[in-house]
């Protein structure tokens, strides 16, 4: 022992175990401290009683001797962090040359356990900047497995740890698929070992078993966790399909046994399938649901969403029942029910100068139209149909090739009175009709010289949108301004979900507000009194007599802001409204249903009574 540390240990100065941790504290040892990081001792006074470290962040700190013993921990000289200090050229290049060697000794110094986030603390910024080392560490990491003596977590804040002994893929499939506790982490496994398949020629027994509890955890879980469960069940198909040593016994779990068993929500379900297995479960129709398989895949056709559209399109073409599906789309553009997903993908440019080319007119445009009414105040709506319509300047020509004049008439009508479209983009879509028929410049003119110039709204539906304003304006979108700003706050905004969300819902936002001032801007109050009743007009009530079996309906058509279907209050502006209005009584019309146009009598005109 230091003859100056045994003066301090008899002088009472420092205890016998204090004294031994001193020992190890001598000039230029490299130490750790648990909040000042990686230092460096630079000098050593027991007169003064204190001991001098330069810290990374620190340099020249002094500390009493009895605090540096407990709260510095000695490193030896080739720790990484002292390698940095002394060699950093060294490291560098090792990290370029080698980085399963360096990867090695860092996690040789840290108990052979470590997580990719801490390593990265290590080399960034010291040995290499913080997008260098993404690029570095992807190709560090194929070395790493190939190497055989890691075992790399899926989740970087997992340890990675250094194994004595090389262990093969198999072996470390084995091992994450037995400790995988969650379905989610199970499916994972499943994955990994559908990739290194070939790595398990030598351990079929273990291959199999893996199966077996995977058909066991499905089986078990059906109820409760349905779309994991079937995803299990399918990557077992998939391996059985590429492994002669996976069996599937006669009871084994079926992807066509969990379809009949969810047939109620099979939309639902396959939503969640992931979209690598969408293709593998659709397939298994046929025999789930025999001869009522086509109908299923219809259903989802014409009203799932765009994977469950193109997946199941593609599963009724691939059966030769193309026709089927071109009728089954040709009645839901008639009725407007076809989804705005279905649509999308209609219109594609593959799909509509393919097979589908005959479905690609006018009456596909006003059901696009519809489609995109019924979505506008869903506020999940996907935007993928508008977009597509505004963006692909051949879309709409081609809607309206070889149309007729009335055909053409009818649809700009449409357009012109959809709230879906804001200005600018109303006038590009009529732009592309006079580009296609230069004669429609006149018809265009007349159509926007009748529309009204003012919104006719009731005092109520006027009073309620001016307060929905102002809750916009002063409570919504401070709020979601707020939580942008605390979102920010969460780190790399590239992976940042949270904020990505609000800056999205604060574009809906900032868009409604904009159309909102619109409306208001050009809405007229009015409380419907002295209405004319000699046509109908706004604020009357209309009793119409349906001309295929004599039933008489009512409708009162109130202001731009007024609906409610249950008592019969359409806005003057719904399509119904648009052919009644201006009609005398005793008049025939044909007004839109959900079966198409359908003839009828104006049977009475009187003045609406609230009461």
């Known amino acids: 022992m ?8 008899e002088a009472g100065k420092l205890t016998q175990s204090q004294a031994q941790a001193l020992e190890k504290l001598r000039v230029d040892t490299y130490v750790l401290h648990k909040s000042w990081g990686f ?29 540096a013993t407990e709260s510095l921990s000695p490193i030896e000289p080739d720790h990484i962090l002292a390698r940095i200090a002394k060699d950093l050229a060294g490291v560098r290049a ?6 399963v060697s360096l990867v090695r000794h860092i ?3 840290h108990g052979n356990r470590l997580s990719q986030d801490k390593i990265a603390q290590i080399l960034v910024p010291a040995v290499m900047r913080e997008p260098d080392f993404k690029k570095w560490w992807d190709t560090a990491k194929k070395q790493l497995k190939k190497d055989g003596h890691f075992t790399l977590p899926s989740k970087k804040t997992d340890p990675i740890e250094l194994h004595e002994e090389a262990i093969s893929r198999a072996e470390k499939h084995i091992k994450a698929f037995s400790e995988a506790r969650q379905l989610k982490d199970q499916i994972n496994a499943l994955d990994q070992i559908l990739r290194d398949l070939e790595e398990f020629r030598d351990h079929p027994e273990h291959l199999q078993s893996i199966v077996r509890t995977a058909e066991d955890s499905a089986r ?5 966790a349905t779309a994991e469960s079937l995803t299990i069940i399918i990557i077992r198909d998939e391996l059985a399909d590429r492994s002669k040593f996976v069996k599937i016994g006669e009871n084994s779990p079926s992807i066509s046994a969990v379809l ?65 599906l071109k009728s089954a789309l040709d009645r839901s553009i008639r009725d407007h029910s076809l989804s705005s997903a279905a649509l999308t993908w209609l219109c594609d440019k593959k799909e509509r100068s393919g097979e589908f080319r005959s479905l690609i007119q006018p009456r596909a445009l006003s059901a696009i139209m519809s489609a995109l009414e019924r979505d506008q105040f869903n506020e999940n709506r ?4 508008h977009d597509l319509l505004m963006n692909d300047q051949e879309l709409l020509p081609d809607l309206i090739a070889g149309a007729g004049m009335e055909e053409l008439r009818e649809v700009m009508r449409k357009l012109l009175l959809s709230p879906v479209f804001e200005d600018l983009n109303k006038r590009s879509l009529l732009g592309r009709f006079v580009r296609a028929y230069p004669e429609l410049e006149s018809l265009i003119s007349g159509e926007r010289e009748e529309r009204q110039e003012t919104l006719i709204v009731s005092w109520e539906s006027l009073e309620k949108r001016q307060v929905e304003y102002e809750e916009l304006v002063s409570k919504k979108i401070p709020e979601i301004i707020k939580e942008i700003s605390a979102a920010r706050e969460h780190g790399d905004l590239r992976e940042n979900f949270e904020y990505h969300a609000a800056k999205q819902a604060r574009t809906m936002l900032e868009r409604r507000k904009a159309e909102m001032e619109r409306d208001l801007s050009i809405a007229r109050g009015t409380d419907f009194s002295n209405v004319d009743t000699s046509i109908v007009s706004i604020g009357t009530s209309v009793t119409i007599r349906w001309a295929k079996d004599g039933r008489e309906e009512t409708f009162h058509i109130l202001g731009a802001w007024d609906t409610d279907p249950s008592k019969g209050i359409i806005s003057y502006k719904a399509a119904i409204a648009q052919v009644l209005v201006g009609k005398p009584l005793g008049a025939s019309v044909m007004l839109p249903t959900e079966a198409g146009n359908e003839s009828a009598t104006i049977a009475s005109i009187s003045p609406w009574n609230k009461a």
């Open 2 to 9: 230091n003859p100056e540390t045994l003066k301090a240990v």
């Open 39 to 67: 230092g460096q001792i630079a000098d050593l006074n027991f007169e003064l009683n204190q001991i001098t470290i330069h810290f990374t962040s620190k340099r020249g700190h002094q500390m009493q001797l009895v605090y």
């Open 94 to 99: 090792e990290a370029s040359n080698d980085p």
């Open 107 to 109: 996690l040789s110094n």
């Open 220 to 224: 078990k879980n059906t109820k409760l």
């Open 260 to 324: 009949i068993e969810e047939q109620k929500g099979l939309p639902s379900l396959l939503e969640q399938i992931p979209a690598a297995r969408l293709k593998r479960a659709l397939a298994a129709f046929p025999q789930a649901f025999g001869d009522e398989w086509t109908e299923k895949a219809l259903s989802l056709v014409t009203r799932g969403t765009t994977r469950l559209v193109s997946e199941a399109a593609r599963l009724l073409q691939e059966h030769k029942h193309t026709d089927i």
């Open 382 to 385: 996907d935007r993928k149909l």
